[in-house]
């Protein structure tokens, strides 16, 4: 697994966390703000869950690059990999 992923998951968490910690207390999540209100909470959450979703994504696009060119390399080894052959009957 990819650091890039695990940011990604780190941060759906966050993002579920903050959710519902701001719905029982706003005050808890923006306590620099004076009478801070859910739909900012929401629009926070919201914003760190698509940040979460495009940065799995990003992660998946690159783990499927590195999948096909591990498979080219092996298959560029397999190829130039000597083998013995049965000597042919006379």
Same mark, same amino acid.
């Given at each position: @697994?990819? %650091? @890039?992923m695990v940011?990604? $998951?780190?941060?759906?968490?966050?993002? $579920?966390?903050?959710?519902?910690? &701001?719905?029982?207390? /706003?005050?808890?999540?923006?306590?620099?703000?004076?009478?801070?209100?859910?739909? %900012?909470? %929401?629009?926070?959450? @919201?914003?760190?869950? @698509? &940040?979460?979703?495009?940065?799995?994504?990003?992660?998946? $696009?690159? *783990?499927? *690059?590195?999948?096909?060119?591990? =498979?080219?390399?092996?298959? =560029?080894?397999?190829?130039?990999? /000597?083998?013995?052959?049965?000597?042919?009957?006379?």
């Amino acid at each position: @697994m990819s %650091q @890039m992923m695990v940011w990604s $998951i780190n941060l759906f968490v966050l993002s $579920i966390g903050i959710l519902v910690a &701001g719905m029982i207390k /706003p005050k808890w999540i923006f306590f620099w703000v004076k009478t801070p209100s859910r739909l %900012q909470i %929401q629009l926070l959450a @919201m914003a760190l869950f @698509m &940040g979460a979703t495009v940065l799995f994504g990003e992660a998946n $696009i690159a *783990k499927e *690059k590195e999948q096909q060119l591990a =498979k080219v390399e092996a298959s =560029k080894v397999i190829e130039e990999t /000597p083998t013995i052959e049965a000597e042919a009957k006379k």
